[in-house]
Protein backbone atom coordinates (compact mmCIF):
# COMPACT_ATOMS: atom_id res chain seq x y z
CA UNK A 1 0.00 0.00 0.00
CA UNK A 2 3.14 2.50 0.70
CA UNK A 3 4.69 1.89 -2.07
CA UNK A 4 1.74 2.05 -4.62
CA UNK A 5 1.25 5.68 -2.72
CA UNK A 6 4.75 6.25 -3.26
CA UNK A 7 5.09 5.57 -6.76
CA UNK A 8 1.71 7.37 -7.16
CA UNK A 9 3.56 10.80 -5.94
CA UNK A 10 6.60 10.05 -7.84
CA UNK A 11 4.08 9.61 -11.21
CA UNK A 12 2.15 12.57 -10.06
CA UNK A 13 5.29 14.71 -9.53
CA UNK A 14 6.37 13.82 -12.80
CA UNK A 15 2.65 14.72 -14.33
CA UNK A 16 3.19 18.20 -12.87
CA UNK A 17 6.37 19.02 -14.02
CA UNK A 18 5.15 17.93 -17.26
CA UNK A 19 2.41 20.38 -17.09
CA UNK A 20 4.53 23.17 -15.71
CA UNK A 21 6.59 22.83 -18.76
CA UNK A 22 3.64 23.17 -21.28
CA UNK A 23 2.15 26.29 -19.31
CA UNK A 24 5.45 27.85 -19.34
CA UNK A 25 6.54 27.51 -22.85
CA UNK A 26 4.00 29.27 -24.61
CA UNK A 27 4.94 32.24 -21.97
CA UNK A 28 8.58 31.87 -22.82
CA UNK A 29 8.46 31.76 -26.68
CA UNK A 30 5.79 34.50 -26.57
CA UNK A 31 8.66 36.90 -24.85
CA UNK A 32 11.10 35.32 -26.98
CA UNK A 33 9.56 36.39 -29.97
CA UNK A 34 8.95 40.16 -27.96
CA UNK A 35 12.15 41.18 -29.38
CA UNK A 36 11.39 44.92 -30.81
CA UNK A 37 9.91 47.28 -28.10
CA UNK A 38 8.26 50.47 -28.39
CA UNK A 39 7.53 53.39 -26.40
CA UNK A 40 3.66 54.42 -26.39
CA UNK A 41 3.79 58.00 -26.50
CA UNK A 42 0.03 58.25 -26.99
CA UNK A 43 -2.42 60.49 -29.41
CA UNK A 44 -0.68 63.06 -31.59
CA UNK A 45 -1.44 65.57 -34.51
CA UNK A 46 1.00 65.51 -38.00
CA UNK A 47 0.10 68.92 -37.66
CA UNK A 48 0.57 72.34 -36.45
CA UNK A 49 -2.75 73.86 -34.73
CA UNK A 50 -4.18 75.77 -37.78
CA UNK A 51 -4.04 72.83 -40.12
CA UNK A 52 -5.66 70.62 -37.72
CA UNK A 53 -8.57 72.99 -37.31
CA UNK A 54 -8.91 73.20 -41.29
CA UNK A 55 -8.08 69.33 -42.06
CA UNK A 56 -9.99 67.72 -39.05
CA UNK A 57 -12.39 70.52 -37.57
CA UNK A 58 -15.08 67.90 -35.87
CA UNK A 59 -12.12 65.87 -34.63
CA UNK A 60 -10.11 69.15 -33.22
CA UNK A 61 -13.26 70.41 -31.31
CA UNK A 62 -14.27 66.97 -29.83
CA UNK A 63 -10.41 67.10 -28.80
CA UNK A 64 -10.40 70.25 -27.84
CA UNK A 65 -13.54 69.48 -25.49
CA UNK A 66 -13.16 66.17 -24.03
CA UNK A 67 -9.23 66.45 -23.93
CA UNK A 68 -5.86 64.29 -24.81
CA UNK A 69 -5.62 62.67 -21.20
CA UNK A 70 -8.79 60.06 -21.12
CA UNK A 71 -8.38 59.41 -24.91
CA UNK A 72 -4.57 58.16 -23.44
CA UNK A 73 -6.01 56.03 -20.77
CA UNK A 74 -8.55 54.22 -22.96
CA UNK A 75 -5.61 53.83 -25.33
CA UNK A 76 -3.25 52.72 -23.27
CA UNK A 77 -5.97 50.16 -21.69
CA UNK A 78 -7.02 48.43 -25.44
CA UNK A 79 -3.12 47.85 -26.37
CA UNK A 80 -3.08 46.08 -22.72
CA UNK A 81 -6.10 44.33 -23.59
CA UNK A 82 -5.15 43.17 -26.55
CA UNK A 83 -1.28 43.50 -26.64
CA UNK A 84 0.79 43.00 -30.09
CA UNK A 85 2.11 39.22 -30.53
CA UNK A 86 5.50 40.79 -31.93
CA UNK A 87 6.33 44.19 -30.03
CA UNK A 88 6.48 44.75 -26.45
CA UNK A 89 4.90 48.48 -26.04
CA UNK A 90 6.43 49.89 -22.81
CA UNK A 91 3.88 52.46 -21.23
CA UNK A 92 6.31 55.42 -19.69
CA UNK A 93 6.79 58.87 -20.53
CA UNK A 94 8.60 59.25 -23.61
CA UNK A 95 10.17 62.39 -21.69
CA UNK A 96 12.10 59.97 -19.90
CA UNK A 97 14.12 60.05 -22.60
CA UNK A 98 17.21 61.40 -23.22
CA UNK A 99 17.77 60.66 -27.18
CA UNK A 100 21.53 59.59 -25.98
CA UNK A 101 20.19 55.74 -26.87
CA UNK A 102 18.26 54.43 -29.56
CA UNK A 103 14.43 54.27 -28.54
CA UNK A 104 11.49 53.25 -30.73
CA UNK A 105 8.40 55.31 -30.03
CA UNK A 106 4.72 54.92 -31.12
CA UNK A 107 2.06 57.20 -31.58
CA UNK A 108 -1.73 57.48 -32.63
CA UNK A 109 -1.64 59.93 -34.86
CA UNK A 110 -4.63 62.38 -36.57
CA UNK A 111 -4.49 62.45 -40.30
CA UNK A 112 -7.85 64.19 -41.71
CA UNK A 113 -11.36 63.36 -41.56
CA UNK A 114 -14.27 63.63 -44.43
CA UNK A 115 -18.07 63.77 -43.76
CA UNK A 116 -20.79 62.91 -46.26
CA UNK A 117 -24.56 63.74 -46.08
CA UNK A 118 -26.40 62.11 -48.60
CA UNK A 119 -30.14 62.80 -49.14
CA UNK A 120 -32.46 58.93 -49.26
CA UNK A 121 -36.28 60.31 -49.55
CA UNK A 122 -37.10 61.64 -46.30
CA UNK A 123 -34.06 60.75 -44.57
CA UNK A 124 -29.89 61.09 -44.88
CA UNK A 125 -27.10 58.59 -45.08
CA UNK A 126 -24.04 60.05 -43.15
CA UNK A 127 -20.37 59.23 -43.71
CA UNK A 128 -18.01 60.09 -41.42
CA UNK A 129 -14.53 58.79 -41.80
CA UNK A 130 -11.22 59.48 -39.20
CA UNK A 131 -7.49 58.72 -40.65
CA UNK A 132 -4.76 58.26 -38.71
CA UNK A 133 -2.15 55.95 -38.29
CA UNK A 134 0.26 53.90 -35.92
CA UNK A 135 3.10 55.90 -36.53
CA UNK A 136 6.66 54.30 -35.19
CA UNK A 137 9.72 56.69 -35.26
CA UNK A 138 13.28 56.56 -33.63
CA UNK A 139 13.63 59.14 -30.97
CA UNK A 140 17.47 59.79 -31.19
CA UNK A 141 17.68 60.22 -34.95
CA UNK A 142 13.89 61.57 -35.09
CA UNK A 143 12.93 59.44 -38.03
CA UNK A 144 9.78 57.76 -38.94
CA UNK A 145 10.46 53.43 -39.23
CA UNK A 146 7.34 52.65 -40.03
CA UNK A 147 3.66 53.34 -40.66
CA UNK A 148 0.31 51.95 -40.37
CA UNK A 149 -2.37 54.02 -41.62
CA UNK A 150 -5.94 53.54 -39.82
CA UNK A 151 -9.48 54.78 -40.77
CA UNK A 152 -12.24 54.53 -38.70
CA UNK A 153 -15.67 55.00 -40.34
CA UNK A 154 -19.49 55.28 -39.30
CA UNK A 155 -22.31 55.33 -41.53
CA UNK A 156 -25.54 56.20 -40.01
CA UNK A 157 -28.79 56.71 -41.35
CA UNK A 158 -31.03 59.75 -39.78
CA UNK A 159 -34.62 61.12 -39.86
CA UNK A 160 -33.38 64.60 -39.88
CA UNK A 161 -29.83 66.14 -41.91
CA UNK A 162 -27.51 66.24 -38.70
CA UNK A 163 -26.18 69.53 -37.85
CA UNK A 164 -21.94 70.51 -36.26
CA UNK A 165 -22.94 69.03 -32.98
CA UNK A 166 -24.31 65.34 -34.41
CA UNK A 167 -21.30 65.12 -36.12
CA UNK A 168 -18.99 65.96 -33.49
CA UNK A 169 -21.10 63.16 -31.30
CA UNK A 170 -19.93 60.77 -34.24
CA UNK A 171 -16.71 61.81 -34.03
CA UNK A 172 -16.47 61.59 -30.31
CA UNK A 173 -17.83 58.07 -29.91
CA UNK A 174 -15.12 57.09 -32.98
CA UNK A 175 -12.58 58.67 -30.96
CA UNK A 176 -13.20 57.90 -27.33
CA UNK A 177 -15.97 55.02 -27.65
CA UNK A 178 -15.41 51.17 -27.06
CA UNK A 179 -17.19 49.72 -30.22
CA UNK A 180 -15.23 47.68 -32.63
CA UNK A 181 -15.08 50.28 -35.26
CA UNK A 182 -13.52 52.92 -32.72
CA UNK A 183 -9.90 54.21 -32.42
CA UNK A 184 -9.06 51.79 -29.24
CA UNK A 185 -10.17 48.52 -31.10
CA UNK A 186 -8.80 49.59 -34.32
CA UNK A 187 -5.77 50.34 -33.61
CA UNK A 188 -5.02 47.18 -30.99
CA UNK A 189 -5.94 44.98 -34.17
CA UNK A 190 -4.27 46.44 -36.50
CA UNK A 191 -0.68 45.95 -34.45
CA UNK A 192 -1.94 43.04 -33.31
CA UNK A 193 0.81 41.36 -35.81
CA UNK A 194 2.43 44.62 -36.51
CA UNK A 195 6.46 43.83 -36.95
CA UNK A 196 9.24 46.59 -37.03
CA UNK A 197 11.33 46.40 -40.30
CA UNK A 198 15.15 45.40 -39.67
CA UNK A 199 17.93 47.35 -41.54
CA UNK A 200 17.68 45.29 -44.16
CA UNK A 201 14.35 44.84 -44.88
CA UNK A 202 13.20 47.29 -47.90
CA UNK A 203 10.91 50.44 -47.25
CA UNK A 204 7.83 50.89 -49.45
CA UNK A 205 5.83 54.23 -49.66
CA UNK A 206 2.86 55.32 -51.71
CA UNK A 207 4.33 58.78 -53.62
CA UNK A 208 2.39 61.03 -55.91
CA UNK A 209 -1.52 60.90 -56.50
CA UNK A 210 -2.90 62.81 -59.53
CA UNK A 211 -5.96 63.13 -60.77
CA UNK A 212 -6.59 63.41 -64.61
CA UNK A 213 -8.94 66.25 -66.21
CA UNK A 214 -11.64 64.13 -66.90
CA UNK A 215 -11.76 62.82 -63.07
CA UNK A 216 -11.53 66.81 -61.32
CA UNK A 217 -13.85 67.86 -63.52
CA UNK A 218 -16.36 65.35 -61.57
CA UNK A 219 -15.21 67.17 -57.65
CA UNK A 220 -18.17 68.96 -56.13
CA UNK A 221 -15.96 71.23 -55.55
CA UNK A 222 -12.44 71.94 -57.10
CA UNK A 223 -11.15 72.49 -53.77
CA UNK A 224 -11.41 68.79 -52.73
CA UNK A 225 -8.28 68.44 -55.18
CA UNK A 226 -5.40 68.36 -52.71
CA UNK A 227 -7.51 66.73 -49.98
CA UNK A 228 -8.73 63.43 -52.13
CA UNK A 229 -5.41 63.12 -53.24
CA UNK A 230 -4.10 63.19 -49.60
CA UNK A 231 -6.67 61.03 -48.76
CA UNK A 232 -6.10 58.10 -51.27
CA UNK A 233 -2.88 58.12 -50.65
CA UNK A 234 -3.58 57.58 -47.04
CA UNK A 235 -6.17 54.75 -47.90
CA UNK A 236 -3.99 53.22 -50.63
CA UNK A 237 -1.38 52.90 -48.13
CA UNK A 238 -4.32 51.54 -45.70
CA UNK A 239 -4.89 48.81 -47.50
CA UNK A 240 -1.75 47.55 -48.41
CA UNK A 241 -0.48 47.60 -44.93
CA UNK A 242 -3.14 45.33 -44.12
CA UNK A 243 -3.50 43.17 -46.86
CA UNK A 244 0.20 42.41 -46.84
CA UNK A 245 1.07 43.04 -43.12
CA UNK A 246 4.03 45.24 -44.16
CA UNK A 247 4.54 49.07 -42.02
CA UNK A 248 5.00 51.55 -45.12
CA UNK A 249 6.63 55.01 -44.53
CA UNK A 250 3.98 57.54 -44.74
CA UNK A 251 2.59 58.55 -47.80
CA UNK A 252 4.64 61.68 -49.68
CA UNK A 253 1.43 63.78 -49.45
CA UNK A 254 -0.43 65.73 -47.01
CA UNK A 255 1.67 66.07 -43.97
CA UNK A 256 4.33 64.08 -45.32
CA UNK A 257 5.74 66.26 -47.62
CA UNK A 258 9.46 67.04 -48.66
CA UNK A 259 10.73 64.00 -46.38
CA UNK A 260 9.68 65.16 -43.18
CA UNK A 261 6.36 65.83 -41.14
CA UNK A 262 5.48 66.79 -37.51
CA UNK A 263 4.58 64.57 -34.71
CA UNK A 264 2.55 67.09 -31.92
CA UNK A 265 1.55 65.58 -28.56
CA UNK A 266 -0.22 65.98 -25.01
CA UNK A 267 2.45 67.83 -24.08
CA UNK A 268 2.71 70.43 -26.15
CA UNK A 269 6.11 69.07 -27.86
CA UNK A 270 6.64 68.64 -31.26
CA UNK A 271 9.35 66.71 -33.25
CA UNK A 272 10.29 67.48 -36.45
CA UNK A 273 10.62 63.93 -37.91
CA UNK A 274 12.79 62.89 -40.96
CA UNK A 275 11.47 60.10 -42.96
CA UNK A 276 14.05 58.14 -45.24
CA UNK A 277 13.94 57.87 -48.88
CA UNK A 278 12.13 54.63 -50.13
CA UNK A 279 13.22 51.96 -52.16
CA UNK A 280 10.32 51.33 -54.16
CA UNK A 281 7.27 54.00 -54.64
CA UNK A 282 3.86 53.72 -55.51
CA UNK A 283 2.11 55.89 -57.77
CA UNK A 284 -1.18 56.33 -58.41
CA UNK A 285 -3.33 57.97 -61.29
CA UNK A 286 -6.91 58.21 -61.43
CA UNK A 287 -7.64 57.98 -64.70
CA UNK A 288 -11.55 58.43 -65.03
CA UNK A 289 -14.90 57.80 -62.98
CA UNK A 290 -17.81 56.46 -64.45
CA UNK A 291 -21.73 55.70 -63.87
CA UNK A 292 -24.75 54.66 -65.72
CA UNK A 293 -28.19 53.56 -65.16
CA UNK A 294 -28.12 49.43 -66.44
CA UNK A 295 -31.80 48.83 -64.85
CA UNK A 296 -34.84 50.95 -64.23
CA UNK A 297 -38.37 50.17 -62.54
CA UNK A 298 -41.16 51.91 -61.71
CA UNK A 299 -39.60 51.23 -58.02
CA UNK A 300 -36.15 51.28 -58.57
CA UNK A 301 -32.87 51.90 -60.86
CA UNK A 302 -29.70 49.61 -60.50
CA UNK A 303 -26.83 51.89 -61.79
CA UNK A 304 -23.06 50.54 -62.40
CA UNK A 305 -20.01 52.64 -61.05
CA UNK A 306 -16.71 52.45 -63.11
CA UNK A 307 -13.23 53.57 -61.41
CA UNK A 308 -10.30 53.58 -63.93
CA UNK A 309 -6.72 54.03 -62.34
CA UNK A 310 -3.25 53.16 -62.98
CA UNK A 311 -0.64 51.92 -60.50
CA UNK A 312 2.80 52.15 -60.87
CA UNK A 313 5.73 50.76 -58.92
CA UNK A 314 9.16 51.98 -59.37
CA UNK A 315 12.69 51.78 -58.07
CA UNK A 316 13.43 55.30 -57.59
CA UNK A 317 17.27 55.00 -57.12
CA UNK A 318 17.58 52.89 -60.56
CA UNK A 319 14.44 54.18 -62.13
CA UNK A 320 13.11 50.38 -62.60
CA UNK A 321 9.54 50.01 -63.58
CA UNK A 322 8.48 46.70 -61.92
CA UNK A 323 4.30 47.26 -62.18
CA UNK A 324 2.34 50.12 -64.24
CA UNK A 325 -0.77 48.56 -65.63
CA UNK A 326 -4.73 50.32 -66.08
CA UNK A 327 -6.73 48.92 -63.42
CA UNK A 328 -10.99 49.00 -63.25
CA UNK A 329 -13.17 48.34 -60.53
CA UNK A 330 -17.19 48.13 -60.81
CA UNK A 331 -19.69 47.70 -58.50
CA UNK A 332 -23.17 48.08 -58.79
CA UNK A 333 -25.97 50.59 -56.65
CA UNK A 334 -29.45 49.85 -56.25
CA UNK A 335 -31.57 53.27 -55.79
CA UNK A 336 -35.13 53.52 -54.80
CA UNK A 337 -37.53 55.25 -56.47
CA UNK A 338 -38.16 57.42 -53.22
CA UNK A 339 -34.51 58.87 -53.25
CA UNK A 340 -34.75 61.91 -54.61
CA UNK A 341 -30.88 62.98 -54.96
CA UNK A 342 -28.17 60.46 -55.60
CA UNK A 343 -24.49 61.07 -54.27
CA UNK A 344 -22.98 59.87 -57.62
CA UNK A 345 -19.82 60.88 -56.09
CA UNK A 346 -19.19 59.11 -52.86
CA UNK A 347 -20.07 56.29 -54.96
CA UNK A 348 -17.88 56.78 -57.28
CA UNK A 349 -15.48 57.49 -54.33
CA UNK A 350 -16.33 53.96 -52.89
CA UNK A 351 -15.53 52.41 -55.81
CA UNK A 352 -12.60 53.40 -56.20
CA UNK A 353 -10.89 52.46 -52.82
CA UNK A 354 -12.62 48.70 -53.80
CA UNK A 355 -10.15 48.64 -56.71
CA UNK A 356 -7.41 49.87 -54.30
CA UNK A 357 -8.09 46.91 -52.29
CA UNK A 358 -8.08 44.57 -55.11
CA UNK A 359 -5.11 45.90 -56.01
CA UNK A 360 -3.40 45.60 -52.76
CA UNK A 361 -4.52 42.16 -52.76
CA UNK A 362 -3.21 41.28 -55.85
CA UNK A 363 -0.06 42.73 -54.55
CA UNK A 364 -0.48 40.35 -51.34
CA UNK A 365 -0.91 37.46 -53.71
CA UNK A 366 -4.99 37.15 -51.77
CA UNK A 367 -6.89 34.28 -53.08
CA UNK A 368 -9.78 36.33 -54.91
CA UNK A 369 -7.42 38.70 -56.81
CA UNK A 370 -7.17 36.21 -59.49
CA UNK A 371 -10.76 36.67 -60.54
CA UNK A 372 -9.93 40.76 -60.34
CA UNK A 373 -7.10 40.38 -62.53
CA UNK A 374 -8.82 38.49 -65.03
CA UNK A 375 -11.00 41.23 -65.43
CA UNK A 376 -8.30 43.74 -66.56
CA UNK A 377 -8.21 45.44 -69.78
CA UNK A 378 -6.01 45.02 -71.76
CA UNK A 379 -4.38 42.27 -68.75
CA UNK A 380 -3.05 38.68 -70.38
CA UNK A 381 0.75 38.18 -70.08
CA UNK A 382 2.39 41.28 -69.28
CA UNK A 383 -0.02 42.10 -66.35
CA UNK A 384 0.48 38.27 -65.07
CA UNK A 385 4.41 39.28 -65.00
CA UNK A 386 4.24 42.28 -63.80
CA UNK A 387 2.06 41.22 -60.85
CA UNK A 388 3.97 38.51 -60.24
CA UNK A 389 7.47 41.03 -59.93
CA UNK A 390 5.04 42.84 -57.68
CA UNK A 391 4.59 40.11 -55.34
CA UNK A 392 8.34 39.33 -55.07
CA UNK A 393 8.83 42.96 -54.31
CA UNK A 394 6.42 42.56 -51.31
CA UNK A 395 8.39 40.03 -50.25
CA UNK A 396 11.43 42.15 -49.72
CA UNK A 397 9.58 44.93 -47.59
CA UNK A 398 8.74 42.21 -44.66
Known sequence: MYSRTKSASRAFARLLACALCLAVWPMAVQAADKSQQAYWAGFAYTADAAAVQATTPHAHAVLERRGLIPLNQTLAQSLKRRAPAHLELIDQPVAMLDGTTSATVLAAALDRELVSVEPIGDQYKVLVEV??????????????????????????????????????????????????????????????????????????????????DAVRAKLPDPK???????????????????????????????????????????????????????????????DALKSGVIEETPAMKT????????????????????????????????????QWQVDQWSA??????????????AAAKRADSRAWLDEQKPGGRPLQQQTQALQELIKSCR
Open 131 to 212: ALQALFFDFRERQVIASYPLTLQRIDVQDYRPDNDDIDAIVADLLYGGADTSLSQVLAASLAQARLPDAAVRRLQVGGVTLS
Open 224 to 286: WEAPLRATLAHELSKTLSSNTGVGLLPPASGQAIGGAMAARFADGKVYQLKIPEPDYVINLQV
Open 303 to 338: MLFGAFFTAKVTEPFSGKVYFEQPLRKGATKVVPAT
Open 348 to 361: SYETLLAGLDAFAG
